[in-house]
């Protein structure tokens, strides 16, 4: 089955800091890969997505992601944290329905606190 | 213009009662899905419909039935609200392979 690891359920990061958030996924073919973030009370924002070609991915708000596929890992990096980055962020999957893509699967997510 | 929205955004209600939320998507898109968000943050997928047509059914209680009259519309009508139905219901869309736009969600509380 096909599932999704967030094995960090809180970080904390000086502002400036630099940041990496975990993700490791399970998935038999090429994944479809996705980092989405939720600010306190809001809904999810599309940080990134990786579908195929370049193994690392530009987001917004600064941030990237590298696949790993040997590592089964799709990890979230920015360099310099910002006081407004502090938020849920979820790394989710694509999953396969039918031979096709369905819906996602989310990991637990991680809360990244950042400090003054 | 709020490309994937919902109402009510809040919604507090006792149990047994019946309640509906409603999306709205204006990019286009030929899927939406419903998502629950339970306490922990936890996300999972309820429902999938493409074209109006339902094509994921996760193991929802049938107390849950979503509703599509057009392509541009998905509701989720909820009966006999129960205590653990408190959560967030996200409403998303999508075009092609996967990315999807998430609604604001509707804050669900049972008391």
């Known amino acids: 089955a096909q599932s999704v690891t967030q094995p960090d359920i809180h970080i904390t990061v000086s502002e400036g800091a630099s940041l990496e958030l975990r993700c490791n996924y399970s998935y038999g073919a090429t994944p479809y890969l996705f980092w989405y973030v939720q600010s306190p009370g809001q809904g999810l924002q599309l940080l990134l997505k990786?579908?195929?070609?370049?193994?690392l991915v530009q987001g917004i708000k600064g941030f990237e992601a590298e696949f790993k596929r040997s590592q089964s890992s799709f990890n979230l990096r920015k360099p310099s944290v910002h006081w407004s980055d502090a938020a849920e962020y979820f790394c989710a999957v694509g999953a396969d329905y039918g031979g096709s893509q369905g819906n996602l699967i989310f990991g637990k997510g991680t809360k990244l606190s950042v400090k003054p | 213009d709020t490309a994937v929205s919902q109402t009510p955004k809040y919604l507090v209600t006792q149990m047994g009662n019946d309640k509906s939320i409603k999306c709205e998507q204006n990019?286009?898109?030929?899927?939406m899905y419903w998502y629950k968000q339970d306490s922990k943050k936890f996300l999972k997928i309820m429902f999938s419909?493409?074209?109006?047509?339902?094509?994921i059914n996760e193991t929802v209680p049938n107390r849950f039935s979503p509703k599509s009259p057009d392509k541009a519309h998905l509701n989720l009508h909820i009966n006999s609200l129960e205590l653990g139905d408190s959560a967030v219901y996200f409403c998303?869309?999508?075009?092609?392979?996967?990315?999807?736009?998430f609604g604001p969600g509707t804050r669900l509380l049972v008391l």
């Open positions: 419909y493409n074209n109006k047509e339902l094509i």
């Open positions: 990019l286009g898109h030929d899927t």
């Open positions: 990786y579908f195929s070609g370049d193994t």
């Open positions: 998303a869309s999508s075009q092609g392979p996967q990315t999807q736009y």
